[in-house]
């Protein structure tokens, strides 16, 4: 048996760590690319949100490479997401792929469940083995979130512009290359000790710009179409609210610990709309602008695929958000037929702008002062 | 700085003066109109207030709802903006419901759970709401706290809410229950051609978006059916692959009758009209679509419109269609 499984940001390293500390025979496939996308759009329906897409190309390179199982994840509510596990499927099976299915329910996850998925890759594998490969799993996911975020934070304050890319580069195909947990705990140490060698100036104040939105378009370089690190060189602080450890944080450990907390931005999403849930992502979108706008960010970039629903509510709030939180926001939707141009040219105007607005509050606070 | 909102959750949360006998309630007529108008319709009747329903969509309800909607946003949703705008200086209320999952296992398109608060901030805040929620799927106590806050709002005694709710389901279900005896689940056997016509109620029901499809097929002497013409059960057993799972129930009554009424000889034809960009038919058609290239013979149309449909273009597929299926 060997497994396959889609791409999200980063969030294969964590799963190369579970599957090689159970000992599952895997195949990754490619990060994503332009036949990625290719694979997915010819067999996908036109309307359907972009990660359904690269998802599906995924597969297909995998099993292309000899994979026959296929592990991903399923729910139930408003969002396609849960229900895209039946359609793939159904599309493998008419184009004449045999693969089994392995979908972990997302909407209530517990450890039992998760374990009873599973059974199938952990047949005949010892029980402690699979219980550390979930915990080593976990830790990696933290740690790999924890250098991105920091690679975020040299990138806009580096000297020599350039060093970090290097460094998350080199680190990006060290990984694929290293094996087990020591090993990638090993690569995730040496980049994280060579990013903090990197010359910074502690005296700039960059732009602070929050990311929010989807999930997947958020954190899917190749979709968004490398967003961190072009903000990152124009000089701009970003912070992406949508890491794929606060969502393992929200939907798994937060489930188990006996104490309940309350998830920050879905609460304050909730001042606009009046509901627990409107699918997705779509109220903590709308709670991330309103904290972001609390916590004096300077601006907020909102990504979502064409087609996705719940995102197109939340959308409907942003100009009251704007207004009373004084945030400026701008929202950038994403499918297969985004030009790079374009893009970067809007980025750049929105940067220009949210520039000018500091330069222009200071410039009044200064006055402000000088009258008094 | 007071914004337009927390102005509005002032003007909601004010003291009313006027009785409910004097409060006119406006309902718009798109989306959860067409299904469940005569229960919300009974409903405010057997409070004592006054209902008025928007008239019926037109090219001006529909510049509204283009004006003060996102460009993302779905025709239906587009046009029921327009609805609430065209009502909004004849009554005191708008009541809009808010969908999350009409049944147990069936939920909704994430723009019902969100219309209420989406059509107050796309409006500016400029028309008072009134909401019910229904959440069945998780808790049926959702709908009674919803009711608690529309009695505070409207100034009537809770329990008269409730009782008028109840009154106003029983007739619901009882008017179901009615049309089931009238013959349904029956394709008719006759000389006459046979089509059905799938989709979104509010869609194939709303005589401006669906360019008067239903009408246009009966004048050529055709014989129609909906969804509706089916009972919810056979439509929940049909819908293959969802049966006895969850899903969104939209889905379940298109997915059910397409394959139905693929089954069935007497019709000759299958019509789905689709609002552009809709994330839940991309779901139903694909499935559709799959299945019937591999295990049925009916043949199948699928037409997607939105708000720059032009009608000649819409007509000429339809009578291609026609002609194929052997019209004359």
Redesign the interface.
């Known amino acids: 048996m060997k497994v396959t499984f889609p791409h999200m940001g980063n969030m294969y390293v964590p799963i190369k760590v579970l599957l090689e500390t159970i000992g599952v025979d895997y195949v990754m496939p490619p990060f994503c690319n332009k036949k990625t996308v290719e694979y997915g759009v010819t067999h ?6 972009l990660p359904f897409k690269t998802m599906l190309g995924d597969f297909i390179h995998g099993i292309q490479n000899g994979a026959d199982t296929i592990l991903f994840c399923g729910g ?5 997401l ?2 895209y596990g ?2 793939q499927s ?2 493998l099976k ?1 184009i004449g792929y045999k693969v089994e299915f392995i979908s972990i329910d997302l909407t209530n996850m517990t450890v039992k469940e998760v374990m009873e998925k599973l059974k199938i890759l952990t047949d005949g594998k010892s029980s402690s083995k699979v219980i550390k490969g979930i915990i080593y799993a976990v830790q990696t996911i933290f740690m790999v979130d924890k250098l991105y975020q920091l690679a975020n934070y040299t990138r806009c304050r580096e000297i020599n512009k350039g060093y970090t890319d290097n460094v998350m580069k080199e680190f990006k195909n060290r990984v694929q290359n290293a094996k087990g947990y020591k090993g990638i705990k090993n690569e995730i140490i040496l980049a994280k000790r060579m990013l903090k060698a990197i010359k910074i100036d502690r005296n700039s104040q960059p732009l602070k710009i929050a990311i929010v939105g989807e999930i997947y378009a958020a954190t899917e370089s190749y979709i968004n179409l490398d967003i961190e690190r072009k903000l990152g060189n124009m000089g701009v602080e970003v912070c992406n609210k949508l890491g794929v450890a606060n969502w393992i944080m929200e939907h798994f450990i937060k489930n188990i610990l006996p104490i309940k907390s309350k998830n920050m931005p879905h609460e304050a999403g909730k001042e ?4 627990d ?4 992502h ?1 109220l903590e979108t709308i709670g991330n602008a309103i904290l972001s706008g609390k916590k004096e960010y300077d601006g907020v970039i909102h990504l979502y695929p ?5 995102e ?2 939340a ?3 942003f ?2 958000i704007q ?2 939180y004084n945030i400026p926001i701008i929202t950038l ?1 994403l499918d297969e037929m985004t030009g790079e141009a374009g893009y970067v040219t809007r980025l750049e105007a929105f940067i220009d702008m949210l520039r000018m607005k500091r330069n222009f509050c200071k410039s009044s606070n200064q006055t402000e002062t000088d009258a008094t | ?1 007071k ?3 927390t102005l509005n959750h002032h003007i909601r949360n004010k003291k009313k003066y006027k009785s409910a006998t004097d409060l006119v309630i406006g309902i718009p007529k798109g989306l959860f109109y067409h299904e469940h108008s005569r229960l919300w319709e009974k409903f405010f009747e057997n409070l004592g207030c006054k209902v008025i329903v928007s008239e019926d969509t037109n090219k001006e309800i529909l510049n509204y709802g283009i004006k003060h ?2 460009n ?2 779905c025709l239906p949703v587009k046009v029921f903006h327009g609805h609430v705008y065209s009502l909004k200086d004849k009554v005191d209320y708008i009541f809009i419901p ?1 969908y ?1 999952s009409v049944d147990k ?1 069936e ?5 019902f ?2 219309l ?3 059509s107050l ?2 409006l500016k805040g400029s028309i008072r709401v009134l ?1 019910v ?1 229904l959440h069945i799927d998780k808790d049926i106590n959702f709908t009674f706290e919803s009711l608690k806050e529309l009695a505070k709002n409207i100034n009537v005694e809770y329990n008269n809410v409730v009782e008028a709710f109840k009154n106003a389901v029983d007739l619901f279900h009882k008017n179901e229950e009615e049309k089931l005896r009238d013959g349904l689940n029956q394709v008719n056997k006759s000389k006459k051609l046979a089509v059905s016509v799938l989709g979104h109620p509010y869609v194939i029901y709303d005589n401006y978006m669906s360019m008067r499809l239903i009408g246009k097929l009966k004048n050529k002497n055709i014989d129609v059916y909906t969804p509706m013409s089916l009972d919810r059960e056979t439509k929940r057993r049909n819908a293959y ?2 049966q006895g ?4 129930g939209v889905g379940f009554e298109n997915l059910g009758s397409a394959f139905t009424f693929a089954e069935d000889e007497n019709i000759n034809g299958i019509i789905y009209l689709s609002p ?8 139903i ?3 559709i679509e ?1 299945r019937f ?2 295990h049925y013979k009916v043949p199948f149309l699928k037409l997607t419109i939105d708000e720059h449909t032009g009608e000649a273009g819409f007509d000429t597929r339809i009578e291609a269609f026609l002609d194929m299926i052997g019209c004359d």
């Open positions: 996908s329906p036109e309307f359907v949100c139930v509510g408003q969002c396609r849960g229900y039946d359609l159904e599309i008419s606009f709309m009046r509901t849930d409107i699918g997705g779509g064409f087609t996705c629903m719940p197109i509510i959308q409907s709030t100009s009251e207004g009373k939707i | 700085m914004t337009l909102l909607c996102s993302e946003t808010r999350t296992n939920y909704t398109c994430p723009k759970c969100g209420p608060d989406m901030l796309n909401e929620k692959p969802f799972k969850v899903f969104w552009f960009a809709c994330g839940v038919d991309a779901f058609v694909e499935f799959r290239k591999t």
